[in-house]
């Protein structure tokens, strides 16, 4: 009853607002009591009340589909699946695909397993896990699908600048200390978050992605005066750096480039080195030079 209790569940965020505009009919609150306390035939039978009161309440043949899945009535999930297939709800022809492989069906399993990632399914680990697709997971096929997914584990930069995770002491080129900085994955690891604080109390944050679309790091940065900087770049493997530019300032009065690396100079050493150019990238001058030096477990 896996997908059946986790599909109905999010179905109000997310699969109500893609596969139905329907409103909910009364006798569906009532099939969902009976589904919960498992009177899974009584729930069947009014789900197919609905729709057959309501031919196209996408809400009740989700569900029924979903009850039938539930039972292991495959064939009969399918036929109401298959319904909802043309709205390309990812997480419908995720269901449909499962139901396929349970059913011994892989030619029909994988063409449906493709399109609900064209359509943007990126559950990733699910996909690796999930036993319903047990019977197709061997094929070449289903590997190339994997492939396909739009994820960041399909995507070997997003980790290039997992150098820079740690906490941080900061120093100028006189090796005075000028800062202290924790940088730490968020997200389950999607965003790389930087937490700066000056040693005079100056605080800000950057916020640090791999734009898959874009194929580029992207960084936001924020002060604590709210002034915001956008920077984008990617990793230069000569110079084993993340290399970040910022246009944010080519239509002032007086413009600007503004040019942010990162150096991975060892496990322990990161070296930033912000730049500006006033000639369109000519001729560059130093903003600032800071050595990243990880904290031990005294220094913290």
């Known amino acids: 009853m896996k997908k059946f209790v986790l599909f109905i569940s999010s179905f109000s965020i997310l699969t109500i607002s893609s596969v139905c505009q329907n409103a909910v009919n009364p006798k569906i609150h009532e099939a969902d009591s009976l589904a919960k306390n498992k009177e899974y035939q009584k729930a069947g039978q009014l789900y197919n009340e609905v729709i057959t009161e309501e031919p196209s309440n996408n809400i009740a043949i989700y569900k029924l589909a979903s009850l039938y899945y539930s039972e292991k009535k495959y064939d009969d999930?399918?036929?109401?699946?298959?319904?909802?297939?043309?709205?390309?709800?990812?997480?419908?022809?995720?269901?449909?695909?499962?139901?396929?492989?349970?059913?011994?069906?892989?030619?029909?399993?994988?063409?449906?397993?493709?399109?609900?990632?064209?359509?943007?399914?990126?559950?990733?680990?699910?996909?690796k896990t999930d036993a319903d697709l047990a019977n197709v997971r061997s094929e070449k096929r289903f590997e190339e699908i994997l492939k396909s997914v739009k994820s960041l584990d399909n995507f070997p930069e997003?980790?290039?600048?997992?150098?820079?995770v740690g906490e941080w002491d900061v120093y100028n080129p006189q090796e005075q200390k000028v800062g202290d900085s924790k940088i730490e994955k968020i997200l389950k690891g999607a965003v790389i978050l930087e937490n700066w604080t000056g040693i005079n109390g100056y605080t800000g944050k950057s916020f640090n992605i791999y734009n898959m679309d874009k194929r580029k790091?992207?960084?936001?940065?924020?002060?604590?005066?709210?002034?915001?900087?956008?920077?984008?770049?990617?990793?230069?493997?000569?110079?084993?750096?993340i290399v970040y530019y910022s246009y944010d300032h080519t239509k002032d009065k007086s413009p600007y480039i503004r040019r942010l690396t990162f150096y991975n100079l060892s496990s322990n050493k990161v070296r930033q080195f912000s730049q500006r150019s006033s000639d369109e990238g000519k001729a560059w001058s130093t903003e600032y030079d800071f050595t990243y030096i990880r904290k031990t477990a005294d220094s913290k």
Not at 77 to 84: E, G, Q, T, W
Not at 158 to 164: I, N, V
Not at 224 to 235: A, D, K, Q
């Open 217 to 241: 790091w992207v960084q936001y940065w924020v002060d604590e005066n709210s002034i915001p900087i956008y920077f984008e770049g990617n990793f230069d493997s000569a110079k084993n750096a």
């Open 158 to 164: 997003a980790k290039k600048f997992d150098f820079w």
């Open 77 to 127: 999930a399918i036929k109401f699946y298959l319904k909802l297939a043309p709205n390309k709800n990812p997480r419908v022809l995720y269901n449909l695909a499962c139901t396929y492989s349970l059913n011994d069906n892989k030619t029909e399993a994988l063409k449906y397993l493709e399109e609900a990632v064209d359509n943007s399914f990126n559950q990733l680990s699910l996909l």
